[in-house]
T-cell receptor, first 113, second 113 residues
């Protein structure tokens, strides 16, 4: 149990375009999901907390107008990177909370050219 | 000061040996503690939670010292498949809300045949 999927697993896009990443909890409902980002050789950094039916809570330094989060159902949260730039290239990972534990999706590797 | 600090390694250990990792955290309000394992270019996977009384899961033993704000992981009889990056993770709850996890940068372990 506690499986989280992400789509796409890998995406390459041009600078200035927008990219949407989906995170789904497959066998449980998650009122709260989290979005993380990991740059090479760095730790995972929490970007935002996604709450079903309400606005996301963003960590300090994360632009909410650039990283749009929608959590429209108990099993789906989406992260849209708007007007992507090369410095947004990173590994984006979502997680969903089940009890006291968090289960991670397989991640989305974004490359902006 | 970083919130969660770990020795990045790498630790090069012969197969069958015992290896120990340590981690310190700065926020005394941290309430939950975990060790995650992350393989190269993959998402983190929960290895074990860490409890105040210490806990063991097969070859893995985790200990927590709240007074010193220190967490450890011991791996006995190491296997080649144990090669990975081990992430020390803490969680701070505030008023029952769901908070994201704070990750250390990880300790890289290489088990050599």
């Amino acid at each position: 149990g506690a499986v989280v999927s992400q789509h796409p697993s890998r995406v390459i896009c041009k600078s200035g375009t927008s990219v949407k990443i989906e995170c789904r909890s497959l066998d449980f409902q998650a009122t709260t999901m989290f979005w993380y980002r990991q740059f090479p050789k760095q730790s995972l950094m929490l970007m935002a907390t996604s709450n079903e039916g309400s606005k996301a809570t963003y960590e300090q330094g994360v632009e909410k107008d650039k990283f749009l989060i929608n959590h429209a159902s108990l099993t789906l949260s989406t992260l849209t990177v708007t007007s992507a730039h090369p410095e947004d290239s990173s590994f984006y990972i979502c997680s969903a909370r089940s009890g006291n534990e968090q289960y991670f999706g397989p991640g989305t590797r974004l490359t902006v050219t | 000061r970083k919130e969660v600090e770990q020795d990045p390694g790498p630790f090069n250990v012969p197969e069958g040996a015992t290896v120990a990792f340590n981690c310190t955290y700065s926020n005394s309000a941290s309430q939950s503690f975990f060790w995650y394992r992350q393989d190269c270019r993959k998402e983190p996977k929960l290895l074990m939670s860490v409890y105040s009384s210490g806990n063991e899961d097969g070859r893995f033993t985790a200990q927590l010292n709240r007074a010193s704000q220190y967490i450890s992981l011991l791996i006995r009889d190491s296997k080649l498949s144990d090669s990975a990056t081990y992430l020390c993770v803490v969680n701070i709850y505030s008023g029952g809300g769901a908070d994201g996890l704070t990750f250390g940068k990880g300790t890289h372990l290489i088990i050599q045949p």
